[in-house]
């Protein structure tokens, strides 16, 4: 499955953002979907992930309250809503998709996007 994803941009802190991911190529609603994303000098981290009917996710901790992870199957899309955004939340995003079950570990995702910049001025 190939993946695309898009939304990222320059934001004040306490803004908002809605990241999209489209799907292609395969049966999205086939695959667990998640978010990551890696800071300058840091390694990947998870953000959020979504089952493949919609109706379970998972949300790192740090991002609990504010960020929504949401897919749309008939579009073939993932979703992240990104509200009340910190500095700390700078980063590459990325959107990775998932043949087994759920898990908050990017290496077990078998595809990825190419990442959306996500820029948090303070």
């Known amino acids: 499955v190939q993946l695309q994803a898009s939304g990222g941009g320059l934001v004040q802190a306490g803004g908002s953002l809605r990241l999209s991911c489209a799907a292609s190529?395969?049966?999205?609603?086939?695959?667990?979907m998640g978010w990551f994303r890696q800071a300058p000098g840091k390694e990947r981290e998870f953000v959020a992930t979504?089952?493949?009917?919609?109706?379970?996710?998972y949300n790192e901790d740090s991002v609990k309250g504010r960020f929504t992870i949401s897919r749309d199957n008939a579009k073939n899309t993932v979703y992240l809503q990104m509200n009340s955004l910190k500095p700390e939340d700078t980063a590459v995003y990325f959107c990775a998709a998932r043949s087994g079950g759920s898990s908050w570990s990017a290496g077990t995702y078998d595809y990825w996007g190419q990442g959306t910049l996500v820029t948090v001025s303070s």
């Open positions: 979504i089952s493949r009917s919609g109706g379970t996710t």
């Open positions: 190529g395969r049966t999205f609603s086939n695959y667990i």
